[in-house]
């Protein structure tokens, strides 16, 4: 673009400073006369949120975006300065009660109970748990599922061939009951269920203990931290994974698959959402920054500031690497655009209502909820701010467009460089009001 010199005589430095910082302006369509001088530049204005955390390796990385400032960028700050942490099983009752804002929380926790809390949304869903897995010592006789795969056999023949194996076989699994569904739809492939090996019920750090002594062969921890140290410290193979299910398995609401899988979320009330959503707009562009900065060229300085911080709320002793392996292995985040296909794409196994159909209407089967219909685009408000923050990308991308070749003075281009600035954030809001600005 070219630009002619401002007639305030203001620097287009001060002006970057003192731009976007509070109060909101309301603003009218484009409008393709550029006079000399723009409209006032649009502020951002100051919100407070009371975030809060469940102490998990895959939801307390939220910390990032106030550490690094993110949240701040676009007008938020965060009270208490870093998210409160609050056990899963407290985070619904505190929304409730109004003693928080937002939070991070396992969607099964909720979609489970749908039918009991109405007002409880996701508004922003990150990752997906696929860690489960049956794992076999690096030097057992054991095949995996991709052993077989490898030798031309069909998933299906695949699948009962690496679970027959373990009929009659020692397993040592975790004495908490919430992997067994999955277990026990990996033996059905065989035709099995879990009691057709034997089971020896032990917590996941024994396991580890007794898998490094060679004591054990087949082990299916529960825990993120114990599948890392034996899949990749260890060696141990991956006889059956939910990622070889996914990437094996017909992705429709009526596949089995979607009963054991599930979002990583962040979650608010409907009220909450209706009366803040511009702030909710921007925490959610804050938070697909800090996805980018986890997984973009800093992801080792990132993980390894976010280490000292699960380690002290979680009890654990995680490096750099664990977490890395954590993300992106066993708990597989979505990016900005990861979130095309899990909201638009039916083809995608983890398209929302693939997973969520099938797993209400297993609910109202069992009697869990409610025998009724429920309104998956109401629930999944998540898919709402994200189709909003579409559209207001493609709104920008117009505008950018249209401002291209034209003659700006000094503020126009300053404004046209903060919505540059604020769309490569995801702020996609605060990038149109400066570029709708910057052309009236």
């Not at 991956?238 to 990437?247: D, E, F, H, N, V």
């Not at 954030?425 to 709708?436: G, P, S």
Request: glycine share 4%; with cysteine; hydrophobic share 40%.
């Amino acid at each position: 673009m070219n630009s002619s010199n401002s007639s305030s005589g203001i620097s287009r430095r001060k002006f970057l400073r003192d731009s976007g910082i509070a109060g909101a302006t309301a603003l009218s369509g484009l409008s393709l006369s550029l006079p000399a001088r723009a409209q006032q530049a649009p502020s951002i204005p100051s919100a407070t949120v009371r975030l809060a955390a469940n102490p998990y390796t895959n939801h307390a990385w939220v910390v990032l975006a106030s550490r690094q400032g993110f949240l701040s960028d676009v007008g938020i700050t965060i009270d208490p300065p870093e998210p409160k942490i609050v056990l899963i099983q407290q985070s619904v009752p505190q929304l409730q009660n109004k003693e928080i804002d937002a939070s991070t929380m396992y969607l099964g926790l909720v979609s489970s109970a749908i039918d009991n809390l109405p007002d409880i949304k996701p508004f922003f869903v990150y990752s997906y748990w696929a860690g489960n897995t049956i794992l076999t010592a690096p030097d057992s006789d054991f095949k995996t599922v991709d052993d077989f795969l490898a030798e031309g056999m069909s998933w299906e023949d695949a699948a009962r061939a690496a679970m027959a194996q373990l009929e009659g076989e020692e397993i040592v699994v975790p004495p908490n009951p919430s992997t067994y569904p999955w277990m026990n739809l990996a033996y059905s492939f065989a035709d099995m269920t879990m009691e057709d090996s034997s089971i020896v019920a032990l917590e996941d750090p024994r396991a580890v203990q007794l898998a490094a002594s060679g004591r054990i062969n087949l082990a299916a921890p529960g825990g993120a931290v114990q599948i890392y140290q034996l899949q990749h410290q260890a060696g141990w193979r991956p006889l059956m994974s939910t990622i070889q299910m996914l990437a094996n398995m017909p992705a429709s609401p009526g596949s089995v698959v979607n009963n054991v899988l599930n979002y990583d979320c962040m979650i608010t009330t409907q009220s909450y959402i209706d009366e803040n959503r511009e702030t909710m707009l921007r925490l959610c562009s804050a938070m697909y920054r800090t996805v980018d900065y986890m997984f973009g060229p800093d992801q080792q300085t990132a993980l390894s500031q976010y280490a000292p911080f699960i380690n002290a709320n979680a009890g654990s002793e995680l490096d750099a690497d664990a977490i890395k392996f954590i993300f992106e292995v066993l708990d597989p985040f979505f990016s900005f655009a990861d979130q095309e296909q899990v909201w638009t794409d039916t083809d995608f196994p983890l398209y929302y209502r693939n997973i969520y159909e099938f797993q209400l209407a297993e609910y109202r089967r069992a009697g869990t909820i409610e025998d009724r219909d429920y309104d998956l685009d109401a629930f999944f408000q998540a898919r709402s701010l994200w189709m909003e923050m579409r559209d207001q990308q493609t709104r920008a991308d117009g505008l950018f467009e249209s401002l291209e070749g034209q003659s700006l003075s000094e503020e126009r281009l300053a404004l046209v460089d903060l919505a540059r600035q604020h769309y490569g954030w995801y702020n996609f809001l605060d990038a149109v009001r400066f570029l709708e600005a910057a052309a009236a």
